[in-house]
């Protein structure tokens, strides 16, 4: 009974797990290095880094995929590698070696994420009106961490941080033995398919080609580039400036579930505005509301408000980084569908939050390690971004019904 009910719900628990791995890191690792010595510059540094290991690996994970090793296999080679990893993380107190084992974890951790997309658009039969319900356990699961660690930080405010990387390294031996019942997804070469204007099959390389010459496909890297690093900007120093406005840590996670619960709601009713929304609409709903963020953390002084407009991420991820994936979705060749998702990794979780991270460096350092002035470069990223989607609007859509 228990493996037939693995099989027949591999998907969402896949979807509930890997997003609770990181659930339990991902709020709370800046805290955790500046409890290790670290102030904002050092922990941009290593954000930086991080987000260098993106300018290969997507490309990688999504090669693997699409040539190599079902897509459904891979999960189990990232799972075995992030539980080592984050074990490794967890002995580090040295400025490199926590460089070092997190640039690692982002490696493998990110692109898993995205990875999960094109797993799952494959065995739905409407993915764009689907996809919601089934990504909505994701949310769950990066909720779940936070209530246990806030148990946790409620009886001992004084807990080492460590507790939250074991956490995910636990969460992480679930998805492991998850990973053994996905349904089987085949590498993009076995869908290779006739190219209309050749009748000939396209190739990897060819495919990959012709992805990066598909106009409407640039756009979208350029807009997810920008609001995507303005996004890692929100994730990465919100808790910083949470902190600092007095709010307690044992707080922090719950806080900022705040827009994962609303993610949760909009994913079930997703079939009901995705038919009033375009492709481009969608996505550009979720970039105005990143800039809405930033301003709000920019220049109020108001905790409550701050902690409020955690519903604004909950629309960024709904609208605008779902939203993303299933237009590349639509627009790239089958062939290599896989890469397309994992280029989206490079560009919005690797070249844009490397150049905000670099750049918040510079910004912390010249102004005494002010946080206000990080989250307002963080507004123009995001009002760039949602410039270029409006004035692109109409190309997007024509591409996505081709």
Same mark, same amino acid.
Request: aromatic share 14%; with cysteine; hydrophobic share 55%.
């Given at each position: 009974?228990?493996?037939?009910? !693995?099989? *027949?719900?591999?998907?969402? #628990?896949?979807? @509930?797990?890997?997003?609770? /791995? &990181?659930?339990?890191?991902?709020? =709370? ?41 079902? !897509?459904? *296999?891979?999960?189990?080679? #990232?799972?075995? @590698?992030?539980?080592?990893? /984050? &074990?490794?993380?967890?002995?580090? =107190? ?41 990504? !909505? ?266």
């Amino acid at each position: 009974m228990a493996f037939s009910f !693995l099989k *027949r719900h591999a998907l969402a #628990l896949a979807m @509930l797990f890997q997003f609770g /791995l &990181g659930g339990a890191v991902m709020p =709370f690792v800046t805290l955790y290095l500046l409890d290790r010595g670290l102030n904002i510059t050092g922990i941009s540094q290593i954000f930086f880094g991080a987000s260098g290991m993106l300018l290969f690996f997507p490309f990688f994970w999504g090669m693997m995929a699409d040539r190599y090793i079902p !897509l459904n *296999r891979l999960f189990t080679i #990232l799972n075995i @590698l992030l539980i080592l990893i /984050l &074990g490794i993380f967890t002995r580090q =107190f040295s400025f490199t070696g926590l460089m070092i084992s997190y640039m690692c974890f982002y490696a493998c951790f990110n692109p898993s994420l995205l990875l999960l997309n094109p797993l799952s658009f494959h065995h739905l039969k409407n993915p764009r009106a689907d996809f919601g319900r089934l990504r !909505l356990w994701g949310s769950i699961g990066w909720m779940i961490p936070s209530a246990i660690i806030f148990y946790f930080l409620a009886t001992n405010p004084k807990l080492d941080l460590v507790y939250t990387v074991y956490l995910g390294m636990g969460i992480g031996v679930l998805m492991l033995g998850t990973s053994f019942f996905l349904p089987h997804t085949p590498s993009g070469t076995a869908h290779i398919v006739s190219d209309p204007e050749t009748e000939t099959g396209l190739t990897y390389f060819q495919a990959v080609r012709k992805l990066m010459t598909n106009k409407a496909y640039l756009i979208v890297l350029v807009v997810f580039f920008l609001v995507a690093s303005s996004f890692s900007i929100q994730a990465i120093y919100s808790p910083l400036m949470l902190e600092q406005m007095g709010l307690e840590r044992k707080w922090i996670g719950p806080a900022q579930c705040i827009g994962v619960v609303l993610e949760v709601f909009l994913f079930i009713w997703q079939r009901r505005f995705l038919h009033r929304l375009s492709y481009a609409g969608t996505i550009l709903v979720g970039a105005v509301a990143m800039l809405l963020r930033h301003f709000i953390f920019a220049f109020s002084d108001s905790l409550t408000l701050m902690i409020v407009s955690h519903l604004l991420t909950g629309l960024v991820i709904v609208f605008h980084h779902i939203g993303a994936s299933v237009l590349v979705n639509a627009i790239a060749p089958k062939e290599v569908r896989s890469t397309a998702q994992t280029l989206l990794v490079l560009f919005g979780s690797g070249l844009g939050p490397m150049t905000a991270n670099l750049s918040v460096g510079f910004i912390s350092e010249a102004t005494n390690q002010n946080l206000r002035m990080v989250f307002l470069f963080a507004a123009c990223l995001a009002c760039l971004g949602t410039t270029i989607l409006a004035l692109s609007a109409g190309r997007l859509n024509r591409a996505a019904r081709q």
